[in-house]
């Protein structure tokens, strides 16, 4: 499918861009279903890493450092890592692991505890949404790690999202929120009545890419 949106291109180079924004989400119908990825879409998805090469630099987590490059940084790692997992070894470069995220400050009127310095959980919830596309099976790293310290915070920042009807943030935590379930990880907040909600009330091919995601891994 990959491989074939780029052959039909009219600009095969915005194809290519357009496989590195979908970044890892690209490999998502062969990681939930089991299935073999197609060696010519694991071709197109490496050309996109060499004709457009992710940066080697490691940009700060933010608030420390520009939001973009960072973000931009950890979905080229999600991408790069599934690449070679699935063809045993991709491009043949190791992914550059970019600057984890800290976990957030503690909610007002609570104990100070790891978290403080950091930012509070509304805006850290929103910037793990950022990085939905890393929730994903088969991917594990610093920011997963982050999401199971915070479980929580992701609770509380979907919650928000809902009752600001912020429907796309809302989506891409309860991404992080399938993923713990399929973790294991005890949450606060039933991930599959949220899914279903957030489809029910908002539409919008992102929103429906992320729900449908989600509610695989809810039902895996």
Sequence with gaps: MVAEHVEQAEDPGAALAAIRILGADTFAPVLLTGEALAPQDAEAVALSLT???????VAPAPPAGPEGPWLMAWRDWGTA???ALLTDGGTGVPPTVPAPLPPPGPPQGEPAGS???AEGWPGWSVRMGQLSTLALPGLDGPIHDAARAAPLALARGATRA????DYPTAARIARWLAWLHTDGVPLALDPAPLVEHIEVMAGGDRLALDTAIARRLITS
Excluded: I
């Design 51 to 57: 004709a457009l090469p992710p940066s080697r630099d």
């Design 81 to 83: 890592t599934v690449l």
């Design 115 to 117: 978290g403080t310095g």
């Design 162 to 165: 809902v009752l600001r009807r």
